[in-house]
């Protein structure tokens, strides 16, 4: 069964398109669309509706949101090529519900999983996955586990998740401090704190590698 929730806050738009006899416009529909995801926690994400049930699901990175101007660019060139798009925000980033926390790859993961099945329940076709950083690392996660959606595009998602961990969290002090007390709060270089990191976070960033999983898949099927 597919839990849904929906809030739908609706505008149309027109997009023109110049051709050799004149221009046409084909009108565009956006809406503001809440998905409840497995742990009954609300999803808000935006769809840009061109008609077409071709649709392209956008996954911010870390400490972002649906409103990341890369990603708003991307949509934008999405839709001007006839192809609807859905941008939300992660459990705990954004509009959505829950708590932002370090790790949660696989969290994020089956957050995808709840936005593919809502999609697909309505009737639309999710042709392609599109993660940027860490959501780049989600929707290769994602792929691993279900292998349903044909295109998966990473956007600088880090290759191997045990490498830059000391420069997000404060280096080699910050990562002791981490191991020793299960916990670390981080601050930016004014003061003002920004997230907290627990040692569990921490363990499953490290365990989240999906090229030594996929190495071992195709040693299976040898």
Same mark, same amino acid.
């Given at each position: 069964?597919?839990?849904?929730?929906?809030?739908?806050?609706?505008?149309?738009?027109?997009?023109?398109?110049?051709?050799?006899?004149?221009?046409?416009?084909?009108?565009?529909?956006?809406?503001?669309?809440?998905?409840?995801?497995?742990?009954?926690?609300?999803?808000?994400?935006?769809?840009?509706?061109?008609?077409?049930?071709?649709?392209?699901?956008?996954?911010?990175?870390?400490?972002?949101?649906?409103?990341?101007?890369?990603?708003?660019?991307?949509?934008?060139?999405?839709?001007?090529?006839?192809?609807?798009?859905?941008?939300?925000?992660?459990?705990?980033? &954004?509009? #959505?519900? %829950?708590?932002? !926390?370090?790790?949660? /790859?696989?969290?994020?993961?089956? =957050?995808?999983? @709840?936005? *593919? $099945?809502?999609?697909?329940?309505?009737?639309?076709?999710?042709?392609?996955?599109? &993660?940027? #950083?860490? %959501?780049?690392? !989600?929707?290769?996660? /994602?792929?691993?586990?279900?292998? =349903?959606?044909? @295109?998966? *595009? $990473?956007?600088?998602?880090?290759?191997?998740?045990?490498?830059?961990?000391?420069?997000?969290?404060?280096?080699?002090?910050?990562?002791?401090?981490?191991?020793?007390?299960?916990?670390? =709060?981080?601050?930016?270089?004014?003061?003002?704190?920004?997230?907290?990191?627990?040692?569990?976070?921490?363990?499953?960033?490290?365990?989240?590698?999906?090229?030594?999983?996929?190495?071992?898949?195709?040693?299976?099927?040898?």
């Amino acid at each position: 069964m597919v839990r849904v929730h929906v809030t739908q806050e609706a505008e149309l738009c027109s997009i023109a398109t110049v051709g050799d006899i004149g221009s046409t416009q084909k009108v565009m529909k956006k809406e503001k669309v809440s998905i409840l995801n497995s742990q009954g926690l609300k999803l808000v994400g935006e769809l840009e509706d061109t008609g077409s049930k071709d649709l392209c699901v956008l996954c911010h990175g870390f400490q972002s949101s649906k409103e990341l101007p890369t990603f708003v660019s991307v949509s934008k060139a999405l839709t001007e090529s006839g192809f609807s798009t859905y941008r939300f925000d992660f459990t705990g980033n &954004g509009e #959505s519900n %829950g708590e932002f !926390a370090y790790g949660n /790859y696989w969290r994020e993961a089956e =957050d995808i999983r @709840s936005v *593919v $099945n809502y999609w697909r329940y309505r009737g639309w076709r999710v042709i392609s996955l599109i &993660g940027h #950083s860490k %959501g780049g690392n !989600a929707v290769l996660l /994602y792929a691993s586990k279900y292998k =349903d959606v044909a @295109s998966i *595009v $990473n956007i600088s998602g880090r290759f191997d998740l045990r490498r830059g961990i000391k420069g997000r969290l404060g280096g080699s002090k910050g990562v002791q401090k981490l191991k020793e007390d299960g916990v670390l =709060d981080v601050y930016d270089r004014n003061g003002n704190f920004e997230f907290r990191v627990l040692k569990s976070d921490l363990d499953e960033r490290r365990c989240a590698r999906v090229w030594q999983k996929d190495t071992k898949q195709r040693r299976a099927r040898h």
